[in-house]
């Protein structure tokens, strides 16, 4: 007899590999635990407009870097007549050439963005500190203006609320009138804040929000606070809520330079809009390559109920080794249950009861000829198949549609199903084909019903690893040595005394 330690430890590895794979690829590849779950998508173009000078030309767009908060799915370049140079894994630049371009020119740039808190992307600080240098009388006119805020700060969180509180000042302090005669808000913001050694850079920011058309970037500050960078309005301050601000540049280059060209001009629409998080998964990974999802459609349909078999062999084992329902057949109830996924519960039911009980009739005539098993068998099986296909061809005509579903069921095990209740019949009574059948369609119903839930069709064919835990509860359940609960009645009267 097997040891229970290991036993045990089988089972127990086998829960946490199923467990373990299926939690690894929900974090690395986004595939959803739940069916229908759905996420925000953003659908952003950039629109480039410039005056080409009649050469060559070529266009340098930015594009958003990896950021958390937000995931880029899908890129597409649109640009008639032009040449599209893919940027390298680590720039985030798109490059569109033309060896000859006169006048005005437009170029598009589409972008699919997943808003998705659980994308972090862990921030580093530039190995070089900026360093600022200024001109008199800037340089004192920056002193002093630090030195009357950095007394009252503590971090540098508190020290970019401090200078913006002082630029926006009213009456205006004449050093700030100064200083902002040469710098803007943002870029005097920058400056200063390197001034007092700390890491602070401008960026441009796209404000997101649904069905806006033609919108440009607006200049921000990213402070670095507590090991990341912190964004910073130049005007209001420190920002709480960045859920819909996507960092579109962070430093250099430029957003837009044109080679061969003038005039030129970047600006921003989009739209937001909803989409399965599986197909997502599916479009942004190559996880699925070795999936269910490589395979054909009509091969993924077949396979859809093949993963669903294992949920029925467990609630088999349950009804059978706990419960103590007897079945006519062992697993004869999983493969009614998945015909019943193709014909739907009632009609499915009322099938195959009428479809048993005249194949019984028939059986018992066929008994009177005295056939030997194999012939049969044989013979139940292209009754049964005649049955199926009258059956299918009245309902047909008196518009009945969902009879024709009866032809989903599996004709051999119900040429086998009649045979062995017409054996029992004749051995052990009508009271048995009685028990044995009523215990066959419950606990195919039960598969059924469970069979049947979205999220178990869901999880089985898209986490084919979670049939690891369920070879591990039929491991656990083949242990069972208890009463089982239909015989607990037999016991009654010990429990009595």
């Known amino acids: 007899m097997t040891q229970r330690g290991p036993f045990l430890f089988l089972v127990a590895l086998l829960i946490l590999a199923g467990i373990g794979t299926a939690a690894f690829r929900h974090q690395e590849y986004r595939i959803p635990l739940l069916p229908g779950a759905q996420q925000t998508v953003w659908q952003v173009e950039a629109r ?8 060559a030309t070529e266009v340098f767009l930015t594009l958003p870097p990896e950021q958390s908060g937000f995931r880029v799915v899908d890129e597409t370049p649109i640009s008639s007549g032009y040449g599209f140079i893919e940027p390298p894994a680590d720039q985030h630049l798109a490059h569109w050439t033309k060896r000859n371009a006169e006048g005005p020119q437009v170029l598009f740039y589409k972008l699919e963005i997943v808003q998705d808190d659980d994308h972090l992307v862990p921030d580093s600080l530039p190995a070089d500190a900026r360093k600022m240098s200024w001109d008199e009388p800037y340089r ?5 203006l630090l030195d009357s805020v950095l007394p009252i700060t503590v971090d540098a969180y508190t020290l970019a609320q401090q200078i913006i509180r002082s630029m926006n000042r009213v009456p205006i302090d004449q050093n700030v009138s100064l200083l902002l005669d040469k710098y803007e808000k943002p ?39 507590e090991d990341a960078w912190r964004l910073v309005d130049p005007v209001t301050g420190p920002l709480a809520a960045t859920s819909k601000l996507l960092l579109w540049k962070a430093g250099t280059p430029a957003v837009l330079e044109i080679i061969g060209g003038t005039r030129s001009r970047v600006s921003f629409s989009m739209i937001s809009h909803t989409r399965s998080m599986l197909e997502l998964s599916q479009a942004q990974t190559s996880a699925f390559e070795y999936s ?10 077949k396979f859809k109920l093949i993963m669903l078999l294992p949920v029925g062999v467990l609630v088999v084992v349950f009804m059978r080794l706990v419960v103590g329902v007897r079945t006519s057949g062992t697993f004869m109830p999983v493969l009614i249950a998945l015909a019943f996924l193709q014909t739907e519960l ?4 009322a099938s195959f009861v009428l479809v048993v009980a005249i194949g019984l009739l028939i059986r018992f005539y066929l008994s009177e000829l005295n056939l030997l098993l194999v012939a049969r068998i044989a013979t139940l099986v292209i009754l049964v198949i005649g049955i199926i296909t009258l059956f299918s061809v009245v309902s047909y005509r008196l518009g009945l549609m969902r009879g024709l579903t009866i032809s989903f069921f599996p004709m051999i095990i119900l040429a086998w199903t009649i045979e062995r209740m017409s054996i029992i019949w004749e051995e052990e009574g009508p ?9 066959s369609l419950l606990v195919a119903v039960l598969a059924f019903l469970l069979m049947d839930q979205n999220i178990v069709r869901h999880l089985a064919f898209n986490f084919p690893e979670l049939h690891l835990c369920v070879l591990a509860m039929v491991l656990l359940l083949g242990r069972y040595t208890g009463y089982r609960l239909l015989e607990l009645h037999r016991f009654a009267g010990l429990a009595e005394n």
């Open 140 to 144: 004192t006119a920056a002193t002093q």
């Open 431 to 439: 009271k048995e084909v009685l028990i044995q059948g009523s215990g």
């Open 292 to 301: 269910f999802y490589s395979l054909p459609i009509a091969e993924q349909g």
């Open 346 to 349: 009632l009609p499915g039911v």
């Open 48 to 55: 480039v407009e410039y005056f080409a000078q009649g050469g």
């Open 187 to 225: 870029e005097l913001l920058a400056n200063l804040l390197a001034t007092a050694e700390v890491p602070a850079r401008t960026v441009q920011v796209l404000e997101l929000e649904d069905g806006r058309r033609r919108q440009g970037l607006r200049d921000f500050i990213q402070v670095w606070h």
